[in-house]
T-cell receptor, first 115, second 111 residues
């Protein structure tokens, strides 16, 4: 069964609105979760590392005020795309490192379309 | 900073043939991953390679790791249409110790 669950899987919103994406670790507690973005026909790019109980660590070039990350519990991290614009349309994927060294689990992904 | 290069980026092959996808990385990588991605879907984990000389096989796919050459390979044996997908390798290492993906190899297996 799924280890990591993302919701929603698809979302369409109007430009200027905010969208929240949830990432849940189903089988174990995760102090760290990762958020990736994938544009069409491209690879995955790490956006930020979500840390339970503390601030997220953002990669260079990712606006922390635009992509708000909250990791309030050991099983849930949320990514909020604020004031979304069409260029934010992308596939957002979260991942969790498993309890066994070397395991990485990915959520099903959330496809955001901003009109 | 770890850099990961895959080649080829596009691979069209006939069913029944064998081929290899190569993944080179720039600095020491503690782990090397291979993932499969179908159109519109997330990543499916194929292999995790943790040490030099590691070889793992699952069905028609076999992955290996040579840490001295900084090279991992994904070998496809007797390809079938169902293997058509994009394959990514990814490593963890370098100064930022984050998972870094290659650009992916779009594999198309033709009948």
């Amino acid at each position: 069964g799924a280890v990591v669950s993302q919701h929603p899987s698809r979302v369409i919103c109007k430009s200027g609105t905010s969208v929240k994406i949830e990432c849940r670790s189903l089988d174990f507690q995760a102090t760290t979760m990762f958020w990736y973005r994938q544009f069409p026909k491209q690879s995955l790019m790490l956006m930020a590392t979500s840390n339970e109980g503390s601030k997220a660590t953002y990669e260079q070039g990712v606006e922390k005020d635009k992509f708000l990350i909250n990791h309030a519990s050991l099983t849930l991290s949320t990514l909020t795309v604020t004031s979304a614009h069409p260029e934010d349309s992308s596939f957002y994927i979260c991942s969790v490192e498993g309890a066994v060294t070397g395991e990485l689990f990915f959520g099903e992904g959330s496809r955001l379309t901003v009109l | 900073e770890l850099k990961v290069e895959q080649n080829p980026l596009f691979l069209s092959m006939q069913e029944g043939k064998n081929y290899t996808i190569y993944c080179n990385y720039s600095t020491t990588s503690d782990r090397l991953y291979w993932y499969r991605q179908d159109p519109g879907k997330s990543l499916e984990s194929l292999f995790v390679l943790l040490s030099n000389g590691a070889v793992k096989q699952e069905g028609r796919l076999m992955a290996s790791l040579d840490t001295k050459a900084r090279l991992s390979t994904l070998h496809i044996t007797a390809a079938v249409h169902d293997l058509s997908a994009t394959y990514f390798c990814a490593g963890i290492g370098g100064s930022n110790y984050k998972l870094t993906f290659g650009k992916g190899t779009l594999l198309t297996v033709n009948p």
